[in-house]
């Protein structure tokens, strides 16, 4: 059984798709066992109430930067957590808890990395500056942490085209374009992320350390063993999760058919 513990300071929709995932018992030997949050007014404890998943406030203004990383660490090892997972979490880690959770621990971040990847470039100014830039694609990433920011080895991507709706959208109405955007790169977000979780749990994830050429030290992240079995196994146990976000998206007039597939 692979144990996981969400680090969330906000919203959470990528803890509950997580949460959701396991509700809807598409994950094989996946635990969510606990969720921590550091902002007491953070909706996200709100979701772990709800699906009865405990949970522990760890704020960080309350603390010294070291106590707080040591708290962290703390709740996680009281429930055994295995594998880390930040979601919308507004902390970079320090080096011991890199070292601790080594591999072990991933972020997911709503563009292609490195693409849109710098330090301060969170949720919707990421969107902005796609949008801002004229990008035609965009998506989301799942990758170990390091202590680098948004620069651990990658575990999954998947491209969202950006819409030249959307482009031109932006200048008349930024706000909206950036609403419609992200949502799209969310419904990827949601299930992108468990399906990292899920190669994780079934050991199909190594990350391969060596030396390049040009020198400097460089990880990737190889599969192992991965095939189209497991590929077609999990895009049939997902489904469920597929049509759940049909029926909860449905009512948002900003997703259309196409945003879900
Ligand atoms: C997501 O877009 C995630 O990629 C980024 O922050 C956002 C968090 O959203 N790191 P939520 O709190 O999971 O709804």
Known sequence: MTNVGVLASGRGSNFRAIV?????GIFNNVDVRLLIYNYSEAPVAQIAEKAGIPSRLIDHRERSRQEFETDVMNALEEQQVDLVCLAGWDRIVGSEFFNKYRWRAMNIHPALLPAFGEKGLNARFVHEAVLQYGAKVTG???YF???S???GPIILQKPVEVREKETALFSTDTDQAV???SNRVLIQEHRLYSKAIQLYADGRLHVNEFETEQGGPTR???FLDIDDK???DWTRRQQRFI???ARAWASNPSITEEGLR
């Open 179 to 181: 609403e419609i955007l």
């Open 243 to 245: 049509e759940h976000q």
């Open 145 to 147: 942490i390091d202590i």
């Open 20 to 24: 959701e995932h396991k509700q809807l």
């Open 149 to 151: 920011v948004e620069k």
């Open 140 to 142: 989301c990433t799942v």
């Open 230 to 232: 497991w590929e077609k």
């Open 220 to 222: 990737k992240v190889t």
